[in-house]
């Protein structure tokens, strides 16, 4: 139980619920590695071809596209502001979206409105970031154990020569006139 539920989190992040507007079309050419390791991946999630290579695609993007939800909702409030005011309010010099918008911000109760919305992208892109560490550690567990199994490899491959006995002077002599008769 705990396993199948430890999978269905560990991919929850890379997976986006929201089906969206899929009007564009991508076509591109990939080699047989890659289409088999993805048509493998889509087995394991359980999706079709096409939902997987977009989930991956959403994950990789997931920071980016975060950005541009707060930016394009800021932009909605410049010109909502505009609308109502006839000018632009929206501090032009500011070093952040935050303090670009705050002279729009009515009060308290709508500047927490979008920072409540900034830690809810905040919150799934930590999501994100968890699993991306949990699976660097594992990798990094993986990684050593495949090193000890090549070092155990390459030991059982060379052998170390014995350390040779102290040989005693009547020996060598025997051996001496071995080799001269």
């Known amino acids: 139980m705990k396993e199948v539920e430890q999978a269905k989190n560990r991919k929850e992040p890379i997976l986006t619920k929201e089906k969206g507007n899929k009007s564009r079309v991508l076509s591109l050419r990939v080699n047989a590695?890659?289409?088999?390791?993805?048509?493998?991946q889509a087995e394991k999630w359980e999706l079709s071809l096409s939902d997987t290579v977009r989930s991956i695609l959403n994950f990789y993007f997931l920071p980016v596209s975060y950005l541009k939800l707060w930016n394009e909702k800021a932009k909605e409030l410049e010109q909502k502001d505009?609308?109502?005011?006839?000018?632009?309010?929206?501090?032009?010099?500011?070093?952040?979206?935050?303090?670009?918008?705050?002279?729009?911000?009515?009060?308290a109760d709508e500047a927490e409105e979008y920072a409540t919305f900034l830690f809810e992208l905040m919150n799934k892109n930590m999501q994100a970031i968890k699993v991306l560490t949990y699976e660097a550690g594992i990798m990094g567990a993986v990684t050593s154990e495949k090193l000890l199994e090549l070092a155990r490899t390459y030991e059982s491959y060379y052998i170390l020569p014995k350390q040779e006995q102290p040989v005693e002077e009547e020996v060598m002599v025997e051996m001496l006139e071995e080799m001269t008769v």
Do not use: F, H
């Open 33 to 40: 590695q890659i289409e088999q390791a993805l048509q493998e």
């Open 82 to 107: 505009i609308e109502a005011t006839g000018e632009s309010r929206a501090d032009e010099q500011a070093q952040t979206i935050a303090e670009r918008i705050k002279p729009l911000l009515v009060d």
